[in-house]
Nanobody, 121 residues
Framework: QVQLVESGGGLVQAGGSLRLSCAAS????????MGWYRQTPGKRRESVAG???????NYADAVKGRFTISRDNAKNTVYLQMNSLKPEDTAVYYC???????????????WGRGTLVTVSS
């Protein structure tokens, strides 16, 4: 089994910062790309940021310049540093990872359960 667990969500004021973490655990052989998504009521889940195993990153236009994604391969963990937060950033944030299980050759994507980020004005 492979599990992803997000942490670090909470309530912050507009302009503040928050750092999310997502740790993968279980029978992991390797992890390829990892990423962050977010979703609010009435809106489809959207991609926020992604990072490859080599450290190459990409960001949604809405968060570019404010958010930074990073990873610690030794800990099987991906982070999302969120600065200059806006009320529209309020959402449940989910992490995902393309993981190769020790028992299989092919990898597949796993999702965390989400962590709530609320930005007040």
């Amino acid at each position: 089994q492979v599990q992803l667990v997000e942490s670090g969500g909470g309530l912050v004021q507009a302009g503040g910062s928050l750092r999310l973490s997502c740790a993968a655990s279980g029978s992991i052989f390797s992890i390829n790309a990892m990423g962050w998504y977010r979703q609010t009521p009435g809106k489809r889940r959207e991609s926020v940021a992604g990072i490859t195993s080599g450290g190459s990153t990409n960001y949604a236009d809405a968060v570019k310049g404010r958010f930074t994604i990073s990873r610690d391969n030794a800990k099987n963990t991906v982070y999302l540093q969120m600065n200059s937060l806006k009320p529209e950033d309020t959402a449940v944030y989910y992490c995902n990872a393309d993981v190769r299980h020790i028992a299989y050759t092919n990898s597949r994507v796993y999702w965390g359960r989400g962590t709530l980020v609320t930005v007040s004005s």
